[in-house]
Antibody, heavy 120, light 107 residues
Framework: QVQLQESGPGLVKPSETLSLTCAVSGYSISSGYYWGWIRQPPGKGLEWIGS???????YYNPSLKSRVTISVDTSKNQFSLKLSSVTAADTAVYYC?????????????WGQGTLVTVSS | DIQMTQSPSSLSASVGDRVTITCQAS??????LNWYQQKPGKAPKLLIY???NLETGVPSRFSGSGSGTDFTFTISSLQPEDIATYYCQQYDNLIFTFGPGTKVDIK
């Protein structure tokens, strides 16, 4: 059974960089699929942030691209998110998920999510 | 960019009722449309992919249809455990976009 678990600071100061890691178990990242980050501000809808392949190939949401870096560590079977210059608008629950990037393109396994609050 | 709309934004129905949610894309997305269920405090769960294919283990009371720009999600007989927010999601040119969601509760 594929399992994903997000980890990282729950509080980040404005203008700093948000950093999260997603540990994958039950499936080797190197075996295929893309791996993605999705966020959800409190009481609002879902927003895709970006996705990465085990080779390091990445695709980002154009609205966040200038601030986002997603990386992968196949030796640890995990991938990470960095979001720079955060503001209160970046406060959200951040989910990691396995992404099927071949059409129809969907997320079939999700982590439980982690709340990140941006506040001084 | 492709925009997604859903209607209604919320609905109340009785147990056993047939519930229908619509999702519209701003341009033709073929059948590259997926549906998720999100219960409060939980991660979304994939229910239907490719517009009409039921994910393994999902009850058959859930179904989807449509192609092009107009899609429908149906719960044939609403159950108490179906209380959740439902999202459509499209995939085009390596970009994923979610609809705004439809909150379903029991009348």
């Amino acid at each position: 059974q594929v399992q994903l678990q997000e980890s990282g600071p729950g509080l980040v100061k404005p203008s700093e960089t948000l950093s999260l890691t997603c540990a994958v178990s039950g499936y080797s990242i190197s075996s295929g699929y893309y791996w993605g980050w999705i966020r959800q501000p409190p009481g609002k809808g879902l927003e895709w942030i970006g996705s990465i392949y085990h080779s390091g190939s990445t695709y980002y949401n154009p609205s966040l691209k200038s601030r986002v870096t997603i990386s992968v560590d196949t030796s640890k079977n995990q991938f990470s998110l960095k979001l720079s210059s955060v503001t209160a608008a970046d406060t959200a629950v951040y989910y990691c998920a396995r992404a099927m990037i071949v059409a129809p393109g969907y997320f079939d396994y999700w982590g439980q999510g982690t709340l990140v609050t941006v506040s001084s | 960019d492709i925009q997604m709309t859903q209607s209604p934004s919320s609905l109340s129905a009785s147990v056993g009722d047939r519930v229908t949610i619509t999702c519209q894309a701003s341009q033709d997305i073929s059948n590259y449309l997926n549906w998720y269920q999100q219960k409060p405090g939980k991660a979304p769960k994939l229910l239907i992919y490719d517009a009409s294919n039921l994910e393994t283990g999902v009850p058959s009371r859930f179904s989807g249809s449509g192609s092009g720009t107009d899609f429908t999600f149906t719960i044939s007989s609403l159950q108490p455990e179906d209380i959740a927010t439902y999202y459509c999601q499209q995939y085009d040119n390596l970009i994923f976009t979610f609809g705004p969601g439809t909150k379903v509760d029991i009348k």
